[in-house]
């Protein structure tokens, strides 16, 4: 069974930033892609961002491209969410996922998801 533990959510301001981390364990995870959803009360949940494991091949949503960067550290089976210029609209629980034998934009645009994270609430409030 796959692990993923979430940290790094919390109150920011508009116009901060916030880094999320994401500790997977339990598999060995070249055959996965690792990426983060979120969903914010009465919307749908959505695809922010996908790596894939193997080839570092990435997904953003097209709400967040240029503002969050995702990346990986192999030696700690870690993802990070770096994510700037937040504004309102990115206020949501956000969860990380994995998906077994799929791609990053497969993963963010068709939510092949086999696995799925605690959650991690992102306020964007002054």
């Known amino acids: 069974q796959l692990q993923l533990v979430e940290s790094g959510g919390g109150l920011v301001q508009p116009g901060g930033s916030l880094r999320l981390s994401c500790a997977a364990s339990g598999y060995t995870l070249d055959a996965f892609a690792i990426g983060w959803f979120r969903q914010a009360p009465g919307k749908e949940r959505e695809g922010v961002s996908c790596?894939?494991?193997?080839?570092?091949?990435?997904y953003y949503a097209d709400s967040v491209k240029g503002r969050f960067t995702i990346s990986k550290d192999n030696t700690k089976n870690t993802v990070y969410l770096q994510m700037n210029s937040l504004n309102s609209e990115d206020a949501a629980a956000y969860y990380c996922a994995a998906g077994r034998d799929t791609t990053a934009q497969a993963m963010g645009l068709k939510e092949e998801v086999d696995y799925w994270g605690q959650g991690t609430q992102v306020t964007v409030s002054t």
């Open positions: 790596i894939s494991w193997s080839d570092g091949s990435t």
